[in-house]
């Protein structure tokens, strides 16, 4: 080993932490791409100005722009109004249902960010199932899948697109058209869009959302506090004798009683006014023992001076940029701030047990939460949760929305007649809505997903450390001498499936721009067309439908329909070795596979 070679295994020591720390989840994504680019910093193999040189790519900017746009269509009530007039549509015929639901996921997220999307017609697809008495289990899959195919159908519909395409032009390639990549992303719809119709029934299970378990013949078990009021009728009654641990459904772990801690009490505990106990149990039980007065939520002295005849129970999910993660709740003061009552927290396969001002939330934490309509809809307004029950009398700027469809559109047509390159239209677009108060300024900046933005410039960053040191070239080189003598075609379907793989279990984003300069190298040292491989990148680190961490909409209907892990795999495995094929066979047809 020479000295010469130090930077480049430094580099690739490096590349492996990054994706086993993107694995274990210990820190968020983006802190892990920061921490790298540091030590690329530190050791020399970058320079601040080649670290700096990253912001000139316009990827990211366009993505942040795409993202404005979206909140802006979100604000003005668009999507809302198009998913209430799915719910008219398609009435109670299942078929119907499913087929309108992922119809209308697919064409929205061609020209949104999907997860915004998702967070929409998720209460949609509830709403939906409850009227055909059906399990929304069995909508909220294949809605994350549509959002997922449709984000595949224009150069904006997801920031994975973007993304590959600003790596590229780094690289030398053309840019992309805004409609290049549609009629290839057409098939790749229709082939999902029938497998799900066909299959989804039969592979996916009947599952229950929060709000279901109110009734008295569902069941799963979450965490929450219930005190002992100064009149109720279990004062000194054991917990056996209140119908607790046993009778009643709730099962109590813990006793707080002024500065002492019950730990495992026994059946033959006695019950004190003020006793706060610590439980597991379902929402009807809790519900039924606040009715008859002999428990109530700890809500604390605040929100009794808020409540009000309105008050309503809402289940509500953590999401993705929530600052409320992973801090007690102690310190949120929820209820000062919004005037809510946190009632009982669910953790997808996990019971978690202590207290509520010491649990830490994370995200896809369902919570019950109580309020009025407006104290909950200003909650979720805020972004720290999604609300996934309807709130009515939403103030949306519905006299807006001709301008925010407006704007978009003009997006989509004037790129596609190459007017004026994506990013430029895209940041004058959100200056008009902006401009035109479809949405406020603040609004716009909450908008933006930083932390995507941050993760996108550090993984640019990285993979300029590994084409600096060598590292592309040796992956390339080894790649090739593990598939010797292979056909261009089976190497375009080599990419792919790496691509997928590595979408399944890291960001899309990371992946996107850790494999785009690899594919690039293999077709050239093949000395073939980039082009292909490119597409292939762009294609594969979207599709994620096998795991729910492999993509952000996969994720959110993980606790919103009450999944488990191998749910995914067993509807998303078969899919994702349906589109390796439908990519061996479509993408060549487009971009033949010819000489450069």
């Keep these: 080993m020479s000295w010469d070679s130090l930077p480049l295994i430094f580099v ?40 700096l040189g990253v912001l000139s790519n316009s990827a990211p900017a366009t993505i942040a722009c795409m993202f404005v746009l979206s909140a802006a269509l979100e604000r003005t009530g668009c999507i809302d109004a198009l998913g209430n007039w799915l719910g008219d549509l398609v009435g109670n015929n299942p078929v119907r249902m499913l087929a309108g639901l992922m119809l209308t996921a697919l064409i929205i997220s061609a020209f949104l960010n999907n997860t915004p999307v998702v967070a929409i017609l998720t209460p949609v697809a509830i709403a939906l199932a409850k009227r055909a008495n059906g399990s929304p289990s069995k909508l909220l899959i294949p809605l994350s899948f549509a959002t997922v195919l449709g984000g595949m159908l224009t150069m904006i519909g997801t920031s994975t697109n973007i993304l590959v395409d600003g790596v590229a032009r780094k690289a030398g390639l053309e ?27 039969r592979l996916l299970p009947n599952r229950d959302t929060l709000s279901k378990q109110l009734r008295p013949d569902l069941g799963r078990t979450f965490m929450t506090e219930l005190l002992v009021p100064h009149d109720s009728p279990v004062i000194g009654k054991s917990l056996s004798e209140a119908h607790l641990n046993g009778g009643s459904g709730l ?19 006695l019950l004190q006014s003020g006793d706060l106990l610590v439980l597991h149990g379902q929402v009807k039980d809790m519900v039924d023992m606040r009715e008859s007065n002999r428990l109530t939520f700890n809500r604390g002295e605040a929100f009794e001076t808020v409540s009000s005849h309105d008050v309503i129970l809402a289940e509500a999910i953590v999401g993705r940029g929530s600052r409320y993660s992973h801090r007690p709740m102690r310190d949120l003061d929820l209820t000062a701030r919004y005037g809510i009552a946190v009632l009982a927290v669910h953790r997808q396969d996990e019971n978690i047990q202590g207290n509520l001002d010491e649990l830490q939330l994370q995200f896809g934490d369902v919570m019950l939460v109580e309020g009025t309509p407006a104290q909950i809809k200003r909650f979720a307004d805020n972004g720290e949760l999604i609300s996934l029950n ?35 239209l895209a940041m004058i677009a959100c200056a008009v809505v902006i401009a035109t108060r479809c949405l406020d300024i603040e609004d716009a900046y909450k908008a933006v997903d930083w932390k995507i933005l941050s993760l996108i410039f550090g993984m640019l960053a990285i993979s300029i450390a590994m084409a600096k040191v060598g590292l592309i070239d040796l992956i390339v080189s080894h790649t090739m001498m593990a598939i010797p003598n292979a056909s261009p075609l089976l190497v375009l379907g080599f990419v792919y499936l790496l691509t997928t793989v590595l979408t399944e279990i890291l960001s899309n984003n990371a992946v996107a721009v850790l494999v785009t300069p690899v594919a690039i190298g293999i077709a050239q040292s093949l000395g073939l067309d980039p082009r292909p491989f490119v597409v292939a990148v762009m294609f594969a680190a979207s599709v ?53």
């Design 251 to 269: 099962q109590v772990l813990k006793i707080f009683r002024d500065q002492q801690e019950l730990t495992e009490p026994a059946a033959e505990t």
């Design 12 to 51: 690739a020591a490096l590349l492996v932490w990054l994706l086993v720390s993107f694995v274990r989840e210990k820190w968020s994504p983006d802190v892990v791409a920061a921490i790298a680019v540091a030590a690329l910093l530190v050791a020399q193999i970058l320079t601040p100005g080649e670290v």
């Design 390 to 424: 309807t709130v009515q009398e939403r103030a949306y700027r519905r006299d807006k929305a001709p301008i925010a469809i407006i704007a978009t559109l003009a997006v989509m047509l004037l790129a596609a007649f190459e007017l004026m390159p994506i990013e430029g």
């Design 175 to 201: 840019p992309f058209g805004m409609f290049e990549i549609t009629p290839a992303a057409l098939v790749f719809c229709v082939v999902g869009f029938v497998y799900l119709m066909l299959f989804s029934d």
């Design 544 to 596: 994620s439908f096998a795991t729910p961490i492999g993509y952000q909409t996969n994720t959110f209907v993980y606790n919103a329909g009450g999944y488990r892990f191998s749910d995914f795999m067993r509807i998303g495995i078969p899919l994702n070795i349906l589109m390796v094929g439908v990519a061996m066979l479509v993408i060549p047809l487009i971009w033949p596979l010819n000489p450069a």
